[in-house]
């Protein structure tokens, strides 16, 4: 990891345990190519599942968006928050719908329409997310360190503690 910041090293952790949850459901639509029966143990990790897609996008990002990048604008770096942003915007919508599709099959499985929906958003969550953090932790977490000092950075630790977890 090229970071040295508190905030780099919160934000990397996140990544990691959302690349693992991304891998977990991609082996699941490996597994299943076609409609499964879910059992307790796809119940118990759909439902998993949907709350860290949940958090994720709500608490992850809403922290980058409204903490850390106006830290970035600040000091003039629009373009990397712009970037940024509008992959939030692309990913945002995709995670939801897969959360809502998981939570309601954890409780009365999948029907062949919400199976597809599933797998189809499912599949381009896995690509968009994955390729978004592998953007961020090659260039956001070397430009917190290259461009936040450090008053900031415990400042924004802190409120990533507070507000993320
Ligand atoms: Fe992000
Ligand atoms: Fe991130």
């Given at each position: 990891m090229l970071s040295q910041s508190q905030t780099g090293?919160?934000?990397?952790e996140d990544h990691m345990a959302t690349i693992e949850t991304l891998q977990a459901l991609e082996e699941f639509l490996g597994r299943h190519r076609s409609l499964p029966a879910v059992n307790e143990e796809a119940a118990?990790?759909?439902?998993r599942l949907s709350k860290t897609l949940r958090?994720?996008?709500?608490s992850h990002f809403g922290f980058e968006e409204n903490h850390?990048?106006?830290v970035f604008t600040e000091r003039g770096e629009t373009g990397i928050v712009m970037m940024l942003t509008y992959e939030h915007?692309?990913?945002l919508p995709l995670a939801?719908?897969?959360?809502?599709?998981?939570?309601?099959?954890?409780?009365?499985?999948f029907d062949e329409q919400g199976w597809r929906d599933f797998r189809d958003a499912g599949a381009e969550l896995v690509e968009r997310e994955?390729?978004?953090?592998?953007?961020?932790?090659m260039g956001l977490l070397a430009a917190i360190s290259a461009l936040v000092d450090r008053?900031?950075?415990?400042?924004?630790a802190e409120t990533y503690r507070q507000t993320v977890g």
């Open positions: 090293a919160l934000l990397h118990a990790f759909l439902m958090e994720e996008v709500e850390l990048f106006p915007r692309a990913i939801v719908q897969v959360a809502e599709l998981a939570a309601a099959a954890a409780k009365d499985g994955i390729f978004h953090i592998q953007k961020e932790e008053e900031t950075d415990a400042r924004l």
